[in-house]
């Protein structure tokens, strides 16, 4: 049969963003809303704001010296100036007046702000530079990574070097693209990192599908962009320097990538062709789900700016809450907040 053209051909499969992916292994609804959200910004790095190498200083030992240097110098321009205004308000009260010293009492206040704001980040920055020095290089073998336990320090120890691409990497076979957090390279080798977002709560460090899949599809993209060795990837669990290597080619990591992969496509081509909306997750899903979580509704658009079509329910507060997910499929998600708030009659939270 030519499947050319039609739906189901390879060719004709849309190109889909890593990140939307694993959200495609996690809830076809979830995937849904991730692929749109990716149609109207350029990049997966648009989506990922925390990969700004500005916002993440305390993953780089240089950038902290650099940071600690400056925030030490600028703390002592600083200090002399605001005992110095301290001194001249005090004899300016002395010989003038209150009135006459006010101003000097808020340049006084002002310095003091901006030197609290100075220091305020060195504790953190020298505890982490200290922790940083104190790691000793430790790699896994990369015949047995999977599972391994590893220390952001003790891979950089090792002689990794973190590196940002800004660029995506692409898998033309799959119709794949995506770019981790940071890719640890050393020789011929490259390790994708992706930053685990929610790390508290019971299953804050466990690993569900979503994350082998994603780890399986960096892997590959790395090695047809960029002809490397990609023997596992980390998975590093955010606000913190542990994480755990995942290899792309255990039973488990392939099968969650190609799941994931079906998902998505029968996903995609009933929703373009058929306008279908996917089916519903089991309840459990939705539970902690960030896309499910109500959020009051102040006004008349959504935050990803999707039509007016808002599922705004009153809640036992009396006010009215909506969710990205309510909203773009038309239902009140069983979120365990909306259980909380009274805006789902006539069923029990899901344990
Ligand atoms: S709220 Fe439920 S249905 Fe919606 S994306 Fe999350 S898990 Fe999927």
């Known amino acids: 049969m030519n499947t050319k053209g039609s739906p189901e051909s390879p060719s004709m499969r849309p190109w889909l963003g890593v990140n939307v992916l694993s959200e495609f292994a996690f809830c076809p609804r979830a995937g849904l809303v991730e692929l749109e959200k990716s149609r109207l910004f350029s990049s997966e790095e648009d989506l990922e704001p925390r990969a700004n190498f500005l916002l993440m200083p305390l993953y780089d030992l240089a950038v902290i010296d650099e940071e600690i240097s400056f925030r030490v110098g600028a703390a002592l321009f600083l200090i002399p100036l605001v005992i110095t205004a301290a001194i001249a308000t005090t004899v300016s009260y002395e010989r003038f007046g209150l009135a006459a010293s006010f101003l000097g009492v808020c340049f006084c206040f002002l310095l003091s702000g901006i030197l609290f704001r100075t220091v305020r980040p060195l504790p953190t920055l020298l ?7 104190a790691r000793s290089a430790r790699e896994p ?9 590893i220390d952001w320090w003790e891979m950089i120890h090792a002689g ?15 119709r794949l693209t995506g770019n981790p957090w940071r890719v640890l390279e ?26 082998y899949a994603r780890i399986a599809a960096y892997c590959r993209v790395l090695e047809s962009s960029l002809g490397c060795e990609s023997p ?16 792309p080619s255990t039973f488990q990591a392939r099968a969650a990538l190609s799941e994931a992969m079906a998902v998505a496509h029968s996903t995609v081509i009933m929703h373009d062709y058929e306008q279908l909306p996917p089916e519903k997750p089991p309840p459990s899903f939705c539970k902690l789900c960030p896309l499910g979580n109500p959020f009051e509704s102040y006004s008349s658009t959504n935050e ?9 329910v009153v809640g036992i507060d009396g006010r009215s809450y909506h969710s990205v997910c309510g ?17 789902i009659k006539g069923l029990r939270s899901v344990s």
């Open 232 to 247: 596992y990837g980390i998975i590093l669990f955010a606000g913190s320097f542990e994480g755990v290597a995942v290899s």
């Open 160 to 174: 990794f070097r973190a590196t940002h691409y800004d660029e995506p990497f692409k898998d033309h076979e799959l």
């Open 141 to 149: 073998d990369p015949r047995k990574a999977d599972g391994v336990k």
């Open 127 to 133: 505890s982490t530079r200290a922790y940083a020095k």
């Open 186 to 211: 050393r020789d011929g080798v490259k390790i994708p990192v992706f930053k685990k977002r929610f790390n508290d709560g019971p299953s804050g460090r466990n690993l569900f599908p979503q994350h």
């Open 304 to 312: 990803n700016g999707y039509p007016p079509n808002v599922v705004s």
């Open 327 to 343: 909203d773009r499929f038309q239902w009140v998600p069983l979120h365990e907040k909306a259980f909380e708030k009274g805006l």
